[in-house]
């Protein structure tokens, strides 16, 4: 158990929909990191905050958008759904802003999205 | 960050030392090299990461050549629980680094009994 939790498991949605994710990092960890991963694109990187702001932004979709909030937990919202945001979204989180190479990232345990 | 290359798949048997290499032939001065490994679609998780000396953790071992163009991680003893896919990342140390992990497809190490 990494310490990060994610809700829900499981989503199972219809094309033209939006559905949020939930993240929660560890305790006292102050960066939250999202990443996707699919079938044929691997694990990538989307978008990372750190202490409630936005510090790196990879592949995201315009579609997509997330926030962490003054708790740190942290929301990734999709909207627009297509077959191809099929996939398993994955929550990291760090101690710091990922600037040191000790700041490493602890992940949770994944959401997988369906979209019918 | 540099591009590591990783062969696709290798097999070990239990009990025995499992070795994954990792080619980095770009990387720089201040880049470190780091391993995770996911387990069948559980959350990738941290094993150990490096700069130029042989690191060693409750996991495994890493082993960097001097020249840093390449490097192994050892698992000392794999063993069924071991199967996973193992990553290679190469990831700079500063100020302006954001943390973002680059992954790449991974070796898929099958431990048989």
């Known amino acids: 158990d990494s310490g990060v939790t994610q809700t829900p498991k499981h989503l199972i949605t219809a094309t033209g929909q939006r559905v949020t994710l939930r993240c929660s990092p560890r305790?006292?960890?102050?960066?939250v990191y999202w990443y996707q991963q699919s079938l044929d694109q691997g694990l990538q990187f989307l978008i990372q905050?750190?202490?409630?702001?936005?510090?790196a932004k990879g592949n995201i979709l315009e579609r997509f958008s997330a926030q962490q909030f003054p708790d740190l937990h942290s929301e990734l919202n999709l909207s627009s759904l297509e077959l191809g945001d099929s996939a398993l979204y994955f929550c990291?989180?760090?101690?710091?802003?990922?600037?040191?190479?000790?700041?490493?990232?602890?992940f949770g345990p994944g959401t997988r999205l369906t979209v019918l | 960050d540099a591009k590591t290359t990783q062969p696709p798949s290798m097999d070990c048997a239990e009990g025995r030392a499992a070795n994954l290499p990792c080619n980095h032939s770009?990387?720089?001065?201040?880049?470190?090299v780091y391993w995770y490994r996911q387990i069948h679609s559980q959350g990738p998780q941290y094993i150990i990461h490096g700069l130029k000396n042989n690191e060693t953790n409750e996991m495994a071992s890493l082993i960097i050549t001097e020249d840093r163009k390449s490097s192994t991680l050892i698992l000392p003893h794999a063993t069924l629980r071991d199967t996973a896919v193992y990553y290679c990342i190469v990831r700079v140390d500063s100020s302006g680094n954001t943390g973002k992990l680059i992954f790449g497809q991974g070796t898929t190490l099958q431990v048989k009994p």
């Open positions: 305790s006292g960890d102050l960066s």
């Open positions: 990291a989180s760090s101690v710091g802003p990922g600037t040191g190479a000790w700041d490493e990232q602890f």
């Open positions: 905050y750190y202490n409630g702001e936005e510090r």
């Open positions: 770009t990387i720089s001065g201040n880049e470190y």
